[in-house]
T-cell receptor
Framework: GAGVSQSPSNKVTEKGKDVELRCDPI?????LYWYRQSLGQGLEFLIY????????KSGLPSDRFSAERTGGSVSTLTIQRTQQEDSAVYLC?????????????FGPGTRLTVL | GESVGLHLPTLSVQEGDNSIINCAYS??????FIWYKQESGKGPQFIID?????DKRQGQRVTVLLNKTVKHLSLQIAATQPGDSAVYFC???????????FGQGTRLTINP
């Protein structure tokens, strides 16, 4: 079956511009996560959505970052007034409902380059 | 495309040998530990996980060992193959939360 998909695969933007990154989770998965992977570092948690519950935004690095999930499926991560330090690979993951722990399935990521 | 940086710890092993990748974690409240494999240009792929009340779990060609006394996790890969070349990340799930906290990663290179 189809896995997690993300678009675009690559995005180059100029400093100060806004960008939107899209994630399509696996059908039926109710949990959705965004992570950021910078050069030389591991994955950094950004935000987590679970069903209709309030999202866990504890990992968002600044108020320039926001995310929404429409209809419990597709999610968009928006970065306003991009800075060069925002350059990274942005990874989305989804997992099925329920339980203490469920495996997170990752998409291929969006590589963002801010010039 | 390259998905991680140039300053990762690296491990080189001969094809067919066993490899051991180590990870230290910091949070005593973690209830699950997971190993992911990430190939160039791809997202992380689940390998194996272990619950905090266990000290060993085996999968196909992989074994994860957990030492809670020293907060150490290891991934053993038996009879390594060229396809095992990748960056390997350990991750921990904090009890009561769903997000994962990832380690820095180790780049494994298999020499022919």
């Amino acid at each position: 079956g189809a896995g997690v998909s993300q678009s675009p695969s690559n995005k180059v933007t100029e400093k100060g511009k806004d960008v939107e990154l899209r994630c399509d989770p696996i059908s039926g998965h109710t949990a959705l996560y965004w992570y950021r992977q910078s050069l030389g570092q591991g994955l950094e948690f950004l935000i987590y959505f679970q069903g209709n519950s309030a999202p866990d935004k504890s990992g968002l690095p600044s108020d320039r970052f926001s995310a929404e999930r429409t209809g419990g499926s597709v999610s968009t991560l928006t970065i306003q007034r991009t800075q060069q330090e925002d350059s990274a690979v942005y990874l989305c993951a989804s997992s099925p409902l329920g339980g203490v722990y469920n495996e997170q399935f990752f998409g291929p990521g969006t590589r963002l380059t801010v010039l | 495309g390259e998905s991680v940086g140039l300053h990762l710890p690296t491990l080189s092993v001969q094809e067919g040998d066993n490899s051991i990748i180590n990870c230290a974690y910091s949070n005593s409240a973690s209830d699950y530990f997971i190993w992911y494999k990430q190939e160039s240009g791809k997202g992380p792929q689940f390998i194996i996980d272990i619950r905090s009340n266990m000290d060993k779990r085996q999968g196909q060609r992989v074994t994860v060992l957990l030492n809670k006394t020293v907060k150490h996790l290891s991934l053993q890969i038996a009879a390594t193959q060229p396809g095992d070349s990748a960056v390997y990340f350990c991750a921990e799930k904090i009890q009561g939360a769903q997000k994962l906290v990832f380690g820095q990663g180790t780049r494994l290179t298999i020499n022919p």
